[in-house]
Nanobody
Framework: QVQLVESGGGLVQAGGSLRLSCAAS????????MGWYRQAPGKQRELVAT???????NYADSVKGRFTISRDTAKNTVYLQMNSLKPEDTAVYYC?????????WGKGTLVTVSS
């Protein structure tokens, strides 16, 4: 079992920045990768960024150069630094932990970018 708690969402103006955090607890040693996903109103959930246990990262084309995923292994926390935010980044952002046989999701944190 893995528990994930996201934080850091909020309202920001276009061009601004936010940093999301995802604190993991439970079977931390079984996590192969963690990632951030988002779901905008009326749209499907989509990948934003992922980071593997080895530190490799992957980003959606729409956020490359603006968002950075990182982790603090001592704190069992993954971060998503979001810069140059756009109104189209408005969504609920979810943290996900990938284990060998199962995925775990957090409850999400809302990011609203005003124009």
């Amino acid at each position: 079992q893995v528990q994930l708690v996201e934080s850091g969402g909020g309202l920001v103006q276009a061009g601004g920045s936010l940093r999301l955090s995802c604190a993991a607890s439970g079977s931390i040693s079984s996590i192969n990768a963690m990632g951030w996903y988002r779901q905008a109103p009326g749209k499907q959930r989509e990948l934003v960024a992922t980071i593997t246990s080895g530190g490799s990262t992957n980003y959606a084309d729409s956020v490359k150069g603006r968002f950075t995923i990182s982790r603090d292994t001592a704190k069992n926390t993954v971060y998503l630094q979001m810069n140059s935010l756009k109104p189209e980044d408005t969504a609920v952002y979810y943290c996900r932990a990938d284990l060998r046989l199962r995925l775990y999701w957090g409850k999400g944190t809302l990011v609203t970018v005003s124009s």
